[in-house]
Nanobody
Framework: QLQLVESGGGSVQPGGSLRLSCAAS????????ISWFRQAPGEEREGVSC????????TYADAVKGRFTISRDNAKNTVYLQMNSLKPEDTAVYYC?????????WGQGTQVTVSS
C-alpha cells in the first residue's frame, strides 16, 4: 500500500520542542518534493514548510521561520520537521504531502498540542 505516515506529534508546553516524521511506505521519496501543512480547528489547512527532492531548497511560512526546520533523509525514506520554541498557536493537526509531477500523496496527520 502506497502511503505517507506521520508520527511524533503530542502535547508540549509553550517553548518546548517536537520532531515530526513523515515516512513513506510502498514508494521512495527520493524524487518527491515534500511539504508539511497544518490545520487548526475551524481553520483552513495552511502550508508550513517545503523541501525539494534534492533537499537543496527549503521554504517556511513566516509564522514558523527561525523556529522550525525541515530536513530529509532519503536513505531512511523519511522527512522531518523539527519544531522548536513552540507556541499555543502552533496547535494543529500536521500533515505531510508528497508531490512529483501529477502524483500526490497525503498522510493521515498527527496532532500537535501546545498548552500550559
Amino acid at each position: 500500500q502506497l502511503q505517507l505516515v506521520e508520527s511524533g506529534g503530542g502535547s508540549v508546553q509553550p517553548g518546548g520542542s517536537l520532531r515530526l516524521s513523515c515516512a513513506a511506505s510502498g514508494f521512495t521519496l527520493d524524487y518527491y518534493d515534500i511539504s508539511w501543512f497544518r490545520q487548526a480547528p475551524g481553520e483552513e489547512r495552511e502550508g508550513v514548510s517545503c523541501i525539494s527532492s534534492s533537499g537543496g531548497s527549503r521554504t517556511y511560512a513566516d509564522a514558523v521561520k527561525g523556529r522550525f526546520t525541515i530536513s530529509r533523509d532519503n536513505a531512511k525514506n523519511t522527512v522531518y520537521l523539527q519544531m522548536n520554541s513552540l507556541k499555543p498557536e502552533d496547535t494543529a493537526v500536521y500533515y505531510c504531502y508528497a508531490l512529483r509531477a501529477w502524483v500526490t500523496y497525503w498522510g493521515q496527520g498527527t496532532q500537535v498540542t501546545v498548552s500550559s
